[in-house]
């Protein structure tokens, strides 16, 4: 696609349930990135892959989280058994490089809100 | 501490102004360095990237200080439309992002 696409763009969901976040990346992208954002900071790392090897998960808070972009396409970012502190805007950036050369393009984010 | 400390502002400045932003970081490994701009309810767009020579596009110069693990922004004769949050970025395998500095130009 002309762009990274998240879906879906709002998630309500109760505490205990679980969740999963989809990230589209540009066609032809082999590197995408998670990242967790809440208001008033900046983004932060949470895993990235290189074709559908996760080359780095260091940045997932707990075993909670977990990703996967089983045909180094499609990501899927799942939080099982959801806490109020998982809130935030989960944003997704993909590259077409493997070097930090190229530049990051971001999608516009899925807003997770747990009640 | 974090990695690449900004201060977060806000810098409040009248159209025409010249604003500086500072950024430090501390992961001497760091390769790249870049500013990514921010507008409210927005993704990170890549701005510029930053060379130890300088680089300046337009109105907006970066600098980078490898020795001092410092990272600069400046901008010259402030537009409204600049106003945004003006995010620092530090890369060794992944980019690190600082708190980012918002900045608000007035009339």
């Known amino acids: ?92 950036a993909s590259s077409r490089g493997t070097g930090n050369d190229y530049g990051y393009t971001f999608g516009s984010g899925t807003r997770l809100t747990v009640v | 501490r974090k990695e690449v ?28 360095f870049f500013w990514y701009r921010q507008d409210c309810r927005k993704e990170p767009k890549l701005l510029m990237s930053v060379y130890s020579s300088g680089n300046e596009d337009g109105r907006f110069t970066a600098q980078l200080n490898r020795a001092s693990q410092y990272i600069s922004l400046l901008i010259r004769d402030s537009k409204l439309s600049d106003s945004a949050t003006y995010l620092c970025v530090a890369s060794t395998d992944k980019l690190i992002f600082g708190t980012g500095t918002r900045l608000q130009v007035f009339p």
């Open chain 1, 1 to 92: 696609g002309a762009g990274v696409s998240q879906s879906p763009r709002y998630k309500v969901t109760k505490r205990g349930q679980d969740v999963a976040l989809r990230c589209d990346p540009i066609s032809g992208h082999v590197s995408l990135y998670w990242y967790r954002q809440a208001l008033g900071q900046g983004p932060e790392f949470l895993t990235y892959f290189n074709y559908e090897a996760q080359q780095d998960k260091s940045g997932l808070p707990n075993d909670r989280f977990s990703a996967e972009r089983p045909e180094g396409s499609i990501s899927t970012l799942t939080i099982q058994r959801t806490e109020q502190r998982d809130s935030a805007m989960y944003r997704c």
């Open chain 2, 5 to 32: 400390e900004q201060d977060p502002g806000p810098f409040n400045v009248p159209e025409g102004a010249t604003v500086a932003f500072n950024c430090t970081y501390s992961n001497s490994a760091s390769q790249s």
